[in-house]
Structures are given as structure tokens and as C-alpha cells.
């Protein structure tokens, strides 16, 4: 049944064709497909956590949800959108208050993101190499004026040029 869907389903995600048949093999169960977009935590507080994307990793746009389930979308953990080489727009919602350490790593075609101002950038709440070779990536825009930059939050990101936060342009 599953060599005859994968000749006659054309499965959309986001508005993009879903090229990896192995991808769906491993979602199907009991005769249908089980596919969850992201994989997540339950925190203390009640949010949840982003700890797993599960797009095809050829997607060229992530948005991430400010809720799944009823619950809000608080933090993405370390790696959470990683690897994700041809993303060239990336959408962050107000509700995040912590990003991990290499969130974003390999997120090789982006070319610009804002980070929304519900983002709490302290040393508690923003991790290390958190751009880390986003090798085009020009421009990010703090919403918030950060009080910590963690360390190599930037680490192989030749073509950045411009980082924008409240009442300054660097």
C-alpha cells in the first residue's frame, strides 16, 4: 500500500512538496500517516518547548507556532531548527522567551531574522552559537535591546553586516 501512495500522493507541507519518501515510511502507522511538524517539552510552567523540527530538511521557510495544542510556544531548544541548510525566511513568534545554545546552526541560506522582543537576551535565557555557521546571514534585528550577547553567538557568519536593536544600528 505504501509503494502505490508513494506514486499517487503529492503530500504538501507549508505550501512545499514533500520529496522524502523515507520521512513519511517512518511516520506511517496502522494504516495512515502520523506526521507531527514538531516535536515537544512540556516545561514547568505549562509552555512548551521546541526541542525538534520535522520538516523536510529542504524546506525554504520555517514559522514557528506561538502555540501547539492550546499551549504557548515559550522556548526552542539547542538544535531545535538546525540543519536546516535552505531556509531563507525564518518566523519567530512574541511568545518565545529563550532560545538554546546552536538553535539555528547550519541555517546556511538565511539571510536575515528578527528576534521578537518577547525574547528575554540574558545569560539565563540566550545560548552560545546560537547563528553559528549561518555563513549568509546579513542582517539581524533585536526587538528587544539585549543586555548579554553569548559567547560565538555569531561564530562563522562572514556576510553578516548589520545587527539591529532598539535606538542602535551596529
Partial sequence: ALAYIKRQLELHIDGEPVRHWDLLEQKWKNGAFVFNTWDTELLNDGTLSIIRCNLPKTVTKIVVPDQIDGRKVSTLAGAALGDFKDVRSLTLPETITRIENTCFIHMEKLEEVTLPRSLKMDVFNVGAWMFQWCTSLKKVVFLSAPKYFPWAIFSH?????????PGTTL
Fill in 157 to 165: 557568519c562572514p556576510a553578516l553586516e548589520t545587527i539591529e536593536m
